[in-house]
């Protein structure tokens, strides 16, 4: 199965792996159309991308899927998070709109005006979150008929110090927080990714951010899609904000393999 669109990529992987590496913060770019309804200027801009972009996890996802015995298929969103966020509720559901942070970003991370308030987010909803979820829908629907299941892997990074923008921000942060859902996140992928990061430095679990990313035609109702959220603190690989990769990106890469193969298993 092949999908073909400006927003996102879906890369093979091995036939008989369920896994799926779920990327979808890790881009910058923003449409001309895009851009020309963000306030802040260039300047501006650039720094908000330093702080939401999770950087170098496309580099992560794609330097794990070589060296795993069991290539993982990638799902990478190719749009900086300011065009639309994949991975938000598209309604009154999502607890993020209380900052301005629903699918369509009204605020930054320090809680200055992106976009005007009373913008209409549909527009970008319907131009790039739904091709998004109907493509991811698609990619797990594929494992799913080819393996019996699906395993997806959701990779974050997230800022040594919280963020205004944080709803949960004074708990643990720990150098990789595993994000759960009582539905779809089983103790032994819990453990397996436990495991894993173990040379990673301390686990912990939903904090400072809780949840994984499952697509709605599955959530809840689907007990053969698994997911976990990995979400890694940027001072073990990378110089914040927005700067290169370290050493620890090396380490991180053989960890993140290791779970590969252990849901693959």
């Known amino acids: 199965m092949t999908f073909a669109a400006p927003s996102f990529e879906w890369r093979p992987g091995a036939d008989d792996s369920p896994v799926i590496l779920h990327v979808p913060h890790s881009a910058r770019e923003i449409p001309p159309a895009v851009r020309a309804g963000i306030l802040l200027d260039d300047e501006a ?5 330093d702080h939401i ?28 998070r300011l065009v639309v966020d994949p ?17 369509v970003y009204t605020r930054t991370t320090h809680l200055a005006e992106l976009r005007p308030a009373d913008s209409d987010p549909e527009p970008l909803i319907q131009r790039y979150f739904r091709p998004y979820a109907r493509a991811m829908t698609d990619a797990v629907a594929d494992r799913l008929a080819a393996t019996g299941r699906a395993v997806i892997i959701d990779l974050h990074s997230y800022p040594t110090a919280p963020l205004p923008y944080e709803l949960h921000g004074e708990g643990p942060r720990p150098p990789v ?19 894993a990061f173990a040379e ?29 959220m990995i979400e890694i603190r940027r001072d073990t690989y990378m110089a914040e904000p927005g700067g290169p990769a370290g050493p620890g990106l090396a380490r991180l890469t053989r960890a993140l393999a290791a779970l590969v193969d252990a849901a693959a298993r």
Do not use: I
Not at 177 to 195: I, V, W, Y
């Open 45 to 49: 801009l650039e720094r908000e991308l």
């Open 53 to 80: 972009v999770d950087a170098h996890t496309e580099e992560l996802a794609e330097a794990a899927a070589g060296v795993a015995q069991s290539r993982p298929w990638r799902f990478v969103n190719r749009l900086a």
């Open 200 to 228: 990673c430095g301390e686990t912990g679990l939903d904090s400072p951010f809780s949840g994984t990313y499952v697509p709605l035609g599955f959530y809840g109702t689907e007990p053969r899609v698994s997911a976990l």
């Open 177 to 195: 927080c595993l994000g759960s859902d009582p539905f779809h996140t089983p103790a032994k992928l819990l453990d397996a990714a436990r495991e």
């Open 87 to 103: 991975e938000r509720f598209p309604d009154e559901r999502e607890e993020m709109l209380a900052v301005g942070m629903g699918a």
